[in-house]
């Protein structure tokens, strides 16, 4: 690849995917698309990285400006990150989350099939595809049913269905992700480690009450460092097969209850834990563990951070900032 397009890189995945692709393909050119020029507070060397890159600041609804700014950077790749990713933000903005997501993709591919462009696109997708599921349906693998549950994995569904359209009857080289949870420095707050990590350290700074708040405590995800999700993001759009879907997961499903006591032992306190009804969703699945045989087998790739690690590492971003 000489080009690579990062649709939503001014956000967390985008800035560790950037990050990561200017460290190992030194040679490749990076654009991004964004609404604005990101701050990336978690990279250590963001000066660097940021002259190096060449953003387009914009919104991605307007597809006008998706079709001229795709057309003037020609990629090779394109890996589309641009979306509202937070289920919780969908309850409350069904509406806005659906129509976002999957208007977002619609023009990035019509931007390519209209310029007549052959880039290879990686669809980001959610592990919330799956739906509700029982332990005996775990691993979950890509054969299984998609059957979505909130409106967030609606869009992530749709997304899917239009990548195969887009993949099958235009021929766009597309390969889409059902990722699962994912974890690392700079994530939002809104996103329950990242939460629990950032109470956490508020506690251990005495600005905080010593009473750790989160929603259900009981539900179990499969969790994957944003590190080694962006390896495996660089691995399938440069290798990945057109038409296909994979997990991007870890295989080993944590409670989340569990994280809340693991992070705690990190600062070196101990804290009861309370359920705030505020934070507890119309409908969650209680329990998501992915299968990934199909990309380690295609694609060689495999997680390597352990999640401990990635969890040490959340607490001392946010012990640094809190």
């Given at each position: ?23 190992v393909?030194p ?42 700014m ?134 251990a ?31 399938l ?14 295989g080993?499903?944590?409670?989340i ?17 309370r ?46 900032r809190?």
């Amino acid at each position: 690849m000489r080009s690579t397009l990062i649709t939503g890189i001014s956000g967390f995945v985008g800035g560790h995917l950037a990050n990561y692709l200017h460290r190992v393909r030194p040679d490749v050119a990076i654009y991004g698309m964004s609404r604005s020029i990101p701050s990336w507070d978690f990279i250590p060397s963001r000066e660097s990285l940021v002259r190096d890159i060449t953003f387009h600041a914009g919104d991605m609804q307007d597809a006008s400006w998706v079709d001229a700014m795709i057309r003037e950077i020609d990629p090779d790749a394109i890996i589309q990150l641009a979306a509202q990713s937070s289920v919780a933000e969908s309850w409350r903005n069904p509406r806005g989350t659906v129509l976002n997501n999957l208007s977002l993709l619609l023009n990035v591919f019509e931007a390519v099939r209209q310029n007549d462009l052959s880039p290879r696109i990686l669809n980001i997708g959610s592990s919330e595809v799956y739906g509700s599921v029982t332990e005996q349906d775990l691993p979950l693998r890509e054969s299984h049913t998609v059957y979505a549950l909130n409106p967030y994995a609606v869009a992530r569904v749709a997304q899917e269905q239009l990548a195969a359209i887009y993949c099958n009857s235009y021929h766009l080289p597309v390969v889409s992700t059902r990722s699962f949870n994912h974890i690392g420095p700079g994530q939002d707050s809104r996103f329950v480690v990242s939460s629990i990590a950032k109470q956490v350290a508020e506690i251990a700074r005495g600005k905080r009450d010593p009473v750790l708040t989160i929603g259900n405590g009981s539900i179990i995800r499969d969790f994957l460092d944003v590190r080694d999700v962006v390896e495996a993001y660089l691995n399938l759009v440069e290798r990945g097969r057109s038409g296909e879907v994979y997990n991007v997961c870890s295989g080993t499903g944590r409670k989340i209850a569990d994280i809340a006591a693991a992070l705690s032992s990190i600062a070196g306190i101990s804290v009861p834990i309370r359920t705030s009804t505020e934070l507890l969703r119309p409908r969650d699945n209680p329990i998501l563990v992915g299968n990934n045989e199909k990309i380690r087998k295609e694609i060689g790739w495999q997680p390597g951070i352990p999640f401990e690690e990635s969890l040490r590492a959340i607490y001392e971003y946010w012990y640094s900032r809190v």
